[in-house]
C-alpha cells in the first residue's frame, strides 16, 4: 500500500494506492474520489456491535466503516470534514489511541475499537472518547489547524487540553482531570485536561473545534420574538 498526502498542512488530502488484495478500511464520509474499479464495501466498524454502537453514541463516530479494495489495482482519495492536516503512523504489533474525529483510515485488519477515558469526562461537555486501533499497518488521522508531535521521555510529563488531543502511543500513560475548581474553569474558559506522561508520543492539533464552537455560537443570528 502505498500514500501520498498532498495540500498540507491546511487542507490535506489523502491518496492511497492499492494493489490487487490490498484494503484500506476509511471513517464513513472521508471518501472524496476513487479510481474505475475500486470497490466499496460498507459495514460497521470493529469490535463487533456494541463497540460500534459506543463509538456512535458516546465517541461522536460514525456507526459504519468504508472498506476499499480494487481487484486490478486502483487509488482512493480521503479527507478529514475540518480543514487541517492529514498524519501518516505505522503500527507493529501495538495500539494507538486517536481521538474520535480524528480518525481518518487504516490498512485493513487493524482492529478498530472504543475506550472511554473516565466517568470524569461527563461533565465539562468535553468528553475524551477514545479509539483504540491495534495490530500492525499503516494509520492516518486528522488534525484540526496543525498537528504537533510532542516527544515524551520517560517520566516527563505534559497537559493538554482535550479539545487539543489527536492520538498518542499505548506506552503514554494518561489521567483526564478538570483545571482547578469550577469557578476557576468558568473564568478560563478551560474545563478538561489530559496529562501525559513519558514514554511515547502524543500528537497535538492547534485548533480546537469545541472552542471555535464557544465563539461561532454566539454571533449567530438569533430569530426576534
Not at 169 to 185: C, Y
Amino acid at each position: 500500500m502505498r500514500h501520498e498526502i498532498r495540500h498540507r498542512p491546511s487542507y490535506a488530502l489523502l491518496e492511497v494506492t492499492l494493489d490487487p488484495g490490498e484494503a484500506v478500511t476509511a471513517e464513513a464520509g472521508a471518501m472524496v474520489s476513487h479510481t474505475d474499479g475500486v470497490e466499496i464495501r460498507t459495514d460497521r466498524g470493529g469490535g463487533g456491535l456494541l463497540s460500534s454502537v459506543k463509538s456512535s453514541v458516546l465517541g461522536g463516530e460514525s456507526f459504519f466503516r468504508n472498506t476499499f479494495t480494487a481487484p486490478e489495482g486502483g487509488s482512493v482519495t480521503l479527507a478529514p470534514p475540518l480543514p487541517g492536516d492529514v498524519v501518516h503512523h505505522e503500527i507493529d504489533d501495538e495500539t494507538l489511541y486517536v481521538q474520535s474525529g480524528s480518525y481518518v483510515a487504516a490498512e485493513r485488519g487493524i482492529d478498530l475499537d472504543t475506550e472511554f477515558g473516565g466517568t470524569s469526562s461527563f461533565f465539562g461537555g468535553e468528553g475524551l472518547f477514545l479509539l483504540s486501533l491495534t495490530g500492525s499497518g499503516p494509520t492516518f488521522f486528522a488534525s484540526y489547524g496543525a498537528v504537533e508531535p510532542v516527544e515524551l521521555d520517560a517520566g516527563e510529563r505534559h497537559v493538554v487540553d482535550t479539545g487539543h488531543v489527536v492520538a498518542f502511543t499505548e506506552e503514554v500513560s494518561w489521567d483526564v482531570s478538570r483545571v482547578g475548581g469550577l469557578k476557576s474553569s468558568l473564568l478560563s474558559g478551560e474545563g478538561l485536561v489530559c496529562e501525559f506522561g513519558g514514554p511515547g508520543t502524543v500528537w497535538l492539533q492547534t485548533r480546537s473545534h469545541d472552542a471555535f464552537l464557544s465563539w461561532l455560537i454566539p454571533q449567530l443570528p438569533t430569530r426576534e420574538e
